[in-house]
């Protein structure tokens, strides 16, 4: 994908908002089953289904017949190939003649004691983005928080601490609430990749238990 070509209008557009409401509507079809206990993988998994069958109902608006979505979809670069290729969690894709836009989104669990903030914001998530494993030449991406445990604004407050403190992050614009979509629970910030081109990363928090549990 070349690096020159512009997206930020078409993400500013419609793009973000468009996939984002596919993750709403892939959360929503889900909410109602026990998650708290599942792995990343998992939830993933069940998410990415049922967006899939948003996408082939004949309830949903006209415009999102030109979607797809990709679930553990290999990435390219970093000199790997075959088995060895890291994979996306999510890529919705917007299918078109040329470039196509493409929306990805990395994912983990955010729980007490087992799945904290740090592995979040390191290797295994943020900083794929800061070193453009992911989402290399598009202006923007996402990553989910799935919440097994504690509320939105703990782990927010959580991912504030350690923007403080892991320089790696190169935080332009620091994290902040941005609404949307009302349905979804979204912050943003900014981060300057490695080859000097920004990024700007949506902060989605994902309920993943039952409030009534």
Same mark, same amino acid.
């Given at each position: 994908?070349?690096?020159?070509?512009?997206?930020t209008?078409?993400?500013?557009?419609?793009?973000r908002?468009?996939?984002?409401?596919?993750?709403?509507?892939g959360?929503?079809?889900?909410?109602?089953?026990r998650?708290?206990?599942?792995?990343?993988?998992?939830?993933?998994?069940?998410?990415?289904?049922a967006i899939?069958k948003r996408?082939?109902?004949l309830?949903?608006p006209d415009?999102?017949?030109?979607?797809?979505? /990709?679930e553990d979809?290999?990435?390219t670069?970093?000199n790997?190939?075959?088995k060895r290729r890291r994979r996306?969690?999510?890529?919705?894709?917007r299918?078109?003649?040329g470039?196509?836009?493409?929306?990805?989104?990395e994912?983990k669990?955010?729980?007490?004691?087992s799945h904290?903030?740090?592995?979040y914001?390191?290797?295994?998530?943020?900083?794929?983005?800061?070193k453009?494993?992911y989402?290399?030449?598009y202006?923007?991406?996402?990553m989910?928080?799935?919440l097994?445990s504690?509320?939105?604004i703990?782990?927010i407050e /959580?991912?504030k601490?350690v923007?403080a403190?892991?320089?790696?992050?190169n935080?332009?614009k620091?994290l902040e609430?941005?609404?949307?979509?009302?349905?979804l629970?979204t912050?943003?910030?900014?981060?300057l990749r490695?080859?000097?081109?920004?990024?700007?990363i949506?902060?989605v928090m994902?309920l993943?238990?039952?409030?009534?549990?």
């Open positions: 994908m070349p690096h020159t070509y512009n997206w209008s078409v993400y500013q557009d419609y793009f908002q468009d996939a984002l409401q596919l993750l709403a509507w959360h929503q079809d889900i909410c109602s089953q998650l708290d206990d599942l792995e990343e993988t998992d939830i993933t998994g069940f998410i990415s289904e899939d996408l082939q109902s309830s949903i415009r999102f017949d030109r979607y797809a979505i /990709k979809n290999p990435s670069g970093e790997r190939t075959g996306l969690d999510l890529v919705i894709e299918v078109q003649s470039p196509r836009p493409r929306y990805t989104f994912a669990r955010l729980r007490h004691n904290n903030m740090n592995q914001c390191g290797d295994e998530g943020i900083l794929r983005f800061v453009e494993v989402a290399t030449g202006p923007e991406a996402a989910i928080g799935y097994q504690d509320s939105a703990y782990w /959580k991912m601490e923007f403190s892991d320089s790696r992050l935080i332009i620091p609430k941005q609404i949307v979509l009302r349905s629970d912050w943003v910030s900014e981060h490695l080859s000097s081109n920004p990024i700007t949506y902060h994902l993943c238990y039952l409030k009534n549990q």
